[in-house]
């Protein structure tokens, strides 16, 4: 997996940090060893699609990025989308504030990073390197425990999914966030929430550096069940460590999904 487009090998990425080990770990498995991973991104797009200079293009990033959806490429090597929407809201780290969220589970590992190498994702990936200004890609795991189901439902039912992804700075608390997020479901479920699916995290393919712990979805009936939670878990003591950005480092998006094969199955 490389950064070098001209090497015939992948697609170049201009909008984070690839982790190349991680990489490397997925496209070394072995057979017996290797299974599905979800991918779960995060995505912040430029003002104005970036397509070059000698480009006369005058779309968004947001555009760019629907033309980008390489939906025939991912049906090819068996992997399907299975999580798609809009950030209506957000808190926790504001460093960034996110566009939009979705989650591919690929059949293998060995096959997400073997996506890179073809052709027809290349002429589809021209799209998203002119729209993304920037992106965490999060390769993660259903929490043992969690039945996954099968992830074919095409139950669009409305409603507002909350996504966050947490991470451990000090290498130490991720048990105590976990602990954390157990006692926010009490506030959660008082306002209508259900839990979806958790995920534990292996890596970070694409981001900035940082390796995240943990990724939750929650769906609300509502925006407004979701503020009215995050008001209460904010105030509650046993979620503290939320308030600690030294503990925690998180972003909790609230998503309006147009396709949620994650919490409706």
Same mark, same amino acid.
């Given at each position: 997996?490389?950064?070098?487009?001209?090497?015939?090998?992948?697609?170049?990425?201009?909008?984070?940090?690839?982790?190349?080990?991680?990489?490397?770990?997925?496209?070394?498995?072995? *057979?017996?060893?290797?299974?599905?991973?979800?991918?779960?991104?995060?995505?912040?797009?430029?003002?104005?699609?970036?397509?070059?200079?000698?480009?006369?293009?005058?779309?968004?990033?947001?555009?760019?990025?629907?033309?980008?959806?390489?939906?025939?490429?991912?049906?090819?090597?068996?992997?399907?989308?299975?999580?798609?929407?809009? =950030?209506?809201?957000?808190?926790?780290?504001?460093?960034?504030?996110?566009?939009?969220?979705? =989650?591919?589970?690929?059949?293998?590992?060995?096959?997400?990073?073997?996506?890179?190498?073809?052709?027809?994702?290349?002429?589809?990936? =021209?799209?998203?390197?002119?729209?993304?200004?920037?992106?965490? =890609?999060?390769?993660?795991?259903?929490?043992?425990?969690?039945?996954?189901?099968?992830?074919?439902?095409?139950?669009?039912?409305?409603?507002?999914?909350?996504?966050?992804?947490?991470?451990?700075?000090?290498?130490?608390?991720?048990?105590?966030?976990?602990?954390?997020?157990?006692?926010?479901?009490?506030?959660?479920?008082?306002?209508?929430?259900?839990?979806?699916?958790?995920?534990?995290?292996?890596?970070?393919?694409?981001?900035?550096?940082?390796?995240?712990?943990?990724?939750?979805?929650?769906?609300?009936?509502?925006?407004?069940?979701?503020?009215?939670?995050?008001?209460?878990?904010?105030?509650?003591?046993?979620?503290?460590?939320?308030?600690? *950005?030294?503990?925690?480092?998180?972003?909790?998006?609230?998503?309006?999904?147009?396709?949620?094969?994650?919490?409706?199955?």
């Amino acid at each position: 997996m490389t950064n070098d487009a001209a090497s015939g090998r992948g697609v170049a990425h201009t909008y984070g940090k690839l982790d190349r080990e991680y990489g490397m770990r997925m496209f070394t498995m072995a *057979p017996e060893d290797d299974g599905p991973v979800f991918m779960v991104n995060y995505m912040k797009y430029k003002e104005v699609a970036d397509y070059g200079a000698d480009s006369d293009e005058k779309v968004s990033g947001r555009e760019a990025d629907d033309r980008y959806a390489p939906v025939d490429v991912l049906a090819r090597i068996g992997a399907q989308v299975v999580f798609h929407g809009d =950030v209506l809201d957000q808190r926790g780290n504001t460093d960034t504030r996110w566009d939009r969220i979705g =989650v591919v589970r690929y059949a293998t590992h060995r096959s997400f990073v073997e996506m890179e190498r073809r052709d027809d994702f290349k002429e589809k990936h =021209v799209h998203k390197a002119a729209g993304m200004d920037r992106t965490f =890609v999060i390769g993660c795991q259903p929490r043992a425990g969690v039945e996954p189901g099968d992830y074919r439902s095409d139950d669009k039912g409305r409603g507002v999914v909350a996504v966050g992804a947490h991470r451990s700075p000090d290498g130490s608390s991720l048990g105590a966030i976990v602990a954390a997020l157990e006692s926010a479901r009490a506030h959660a479920a008082t306002h209508g929430a259900s839990t979806g699916q958790w995920f534990d995290c292996e890596g970070t393919i694409m981001g900035d550096g940082r390796a995240f712990g943990i990724v939750t979805f929650d769906r609300y009936p509502d925006l407004e069940s979701w503020r009215r939670a995050r008001a209460a878990i904010d105030a509650d003591p046993a979620c503290a460590v939320f308030a600690d *950005p030294a503990r925690c480092d998180f972003y909790n998006v609230a998503v309006e999904p147009a396709l949620d094969r994650i919490t409706r199955r």
